[in-house]
């Protein structure tokens, strides 16, 4: 949903792209009343992907758009929602002073490194102990999103890489609107759009990240 909802917004309009039939679709957007992706307009897209063929969801990742994780409840319900870390660590830097960010991002690396679920429970006590006097939003963060933060950490390390962020998902999807610009007829630009995303899936480094 990250990249659908931010990237595809023209003239008030927010569109979404699914793979129905094998047919790339857009959802048409209403963008009325300037909400563009409030939890209203989320629901409608939700609902327009299930009705196109999509009847489950294993894990969906997003970056803590508001509305999204409900949505996902009331459409597919045994769906596992999973808030992407990386942006959750840039939420929680906005409510320390600069000098602060090291600090408080090697405090937090345990919690979302730890073996289970309990040890980061412990570390993020460890860690509010430590800051919460001094900013306790950053606490109250963490708090209400480890409902949505904890699901990665039952899965071994290897797959913890790929759903713990959008990262991943963000680069393939780059790379598969990139694909529009090869010349030649759809077929060959599918052809040519997978090879390149093969490539740079395979290149794709420990932290998610594309390697040159």
């Not at 992706?37 to 758009?65: A, Q």
């Not at 289970?116 to 430590?130: H, P």
Request: hydrophobic letters at 35%.
């Amino acid at each position: 949903m990250h990249g659908p909802a931010r990237g595809w917004r023209r003239r008030g309009r927010c569109r979404c792209r699914c793979d129905a039939g094998g047919k790339d679709e857009l959802a048409p957007g209403s963008g009325e009343g300037g909400e563009e992706t409030g939890p209203v307009r989320i629901m409608h897209i939700l609902t327009e992907i299930k009705n196109r063929g999509v009847n489950d969801v294993l894990m969906l990742v997003c970056d803590g758009l508001k509305g999204l994780p409900e949505a996902v409840e009331t459409v597919w319900p045994r769906t596992t929602v999973q808030t992407c870390v990386v942006h959750l660590l840039r939420n929680s830097f906005r409510y320390a002073a600069r000098q602060d960010w090291d600090k408080i991002a090697k405090l937090l690396k345990p919690v979302y490194t730890a073996a289970t679920e309990d040890a980061a429970l412990e570390r993020f006590a460890e860690f509010a102990d430590a800051w919460g006097r001094k900013n306790p939003a950053i606490v109250r963060l963490g708090e209400n999103a480890w409902e949505e933060f904890t699901p990665f950490l039952r899965f071994d390390t290897e797959i913890r890489r790929i759903v713990c962020t959008t990262n991943a998902i963000w680069v393939l999807y780059c790379r598969y609107r990139s694909g529009s610009s090869y010349p030649g007829r759809r077929s060959k630009r599918s052809a040519l759009t997978l090879n390149a995303i093969g490539a740079r899936w395979v290149a794709l480094d420990s932290k998610c990240r594309a390697v040159p």
